[in-house]
């Protein structure tokens, strides 16, 4: 089992649509949790992160984190062909260190006029 | 204020030869971190460093590869010699004392032929 799990997509919603992310961890004791976007050749770039359960929105973006369920989403609102790209789900690793983080493979966003 | 910067975005080298990869962390950030994406794969955190002395190295594959970070500046990744499978892209991040949010460089991509 992969430490932090992502659908690889790709998902594609047509614009104006709500975008849905979804991504699990295996390690219970994770306590940060971010979401990165990545356009090809770019560097990640933040655009969430959150520590206690619930949402927590952004513009556009909302964040929601299950600690009980292992889960965190993003969701993008009003989705736009700029937001395509990949959203790489990170957990702040417990075992050896708060430092590191653990990423999923990320998750292939297209959107489509 | 100037993001992660790393040096060079692309090298192209044979294996057997070795090859420095730099990265300027954002001013005043004490963190720095080393991670790598091989073809297909996540995000694998490297190393991290707090100022001059490596914090966790637990991700360094092997002693092929040589962190530094003299002066708490700027850092280097030499991979000596290298081989086919050190093929990726590898990225810097950094961030400040007490906040565990990293910012990311746009990477290095290390072609081994």
């Known amino acids: 089992q992969k430490e932090v799990e992502q659908n690889s997509g790709p998902l594609s919603v047509p614009e104006g649509a709500i975008a849905s992310l979804n991504c699990t961890y295996s390690d219970r004791g994770s306590q940060s949790f971010f979401w990165y976007r990545q356009y090809s050749g770019k560097s990640p770039e933040l655009i969430m992160f959150?520590?206690?359960?619930g949402d927590k929105e952004d513009g556009r973006f909302t964040a929601q984190l299950n600690k009980a369920s292992q889960y965190v989403s993003l969701l993008i609102r009003d989705s736009q062909p700029s937001d395509s790209a990949t959203y790489l789900c990170?957990?702040?690793?417990?075992?050896?260190?708060?430092?590191?983080?653990?990423f999923g493979a990320g998750t292939r966003l297209a959107v489509h006029p | 204020e100037a993001g992660v910067t790393q040096f060079p975005s692309h090298s192209v080298i044979e294996k057997g030869q070795t090859v420095t990869l730099r990265c300027d962390p954002i001013?005043?950030?004490?963190?720095l971190y080393w991670y790598r994406r091989v073809m297909g794969k996540e995000i694998k955190f490297l190393l991290h460093f707090v100022k001059e002395s490596k914090q966790d190295e637990s991700g360094m594959p092997n002693n092929r590869f040589l962190a530094e970070r003299t002066g708490g500046t700027y850092s280097t990744l030499k991979v000596q010699p290298a081989e086919l499978e050190d093929s990726g892209v590898y990225f810097c991040?950094?961030?400040?004392?007490?906040?565990?949010?990293?910012?990311f460089g746009a990477g290095t991509r290390l072609s081994v032929l």
């Open positions: 991040a950094s961030s400040p004392v007490g906040k565990n949010i990293q910012y």
């Open positions: 990170a957990v702040n690793g417990v075992s050896g260190g708060y430092n590191k983080l653990i």
């Open positions: 001013s005043g950030h004490d963190n």
């Open positions: 959150i520590y206690s359960n």
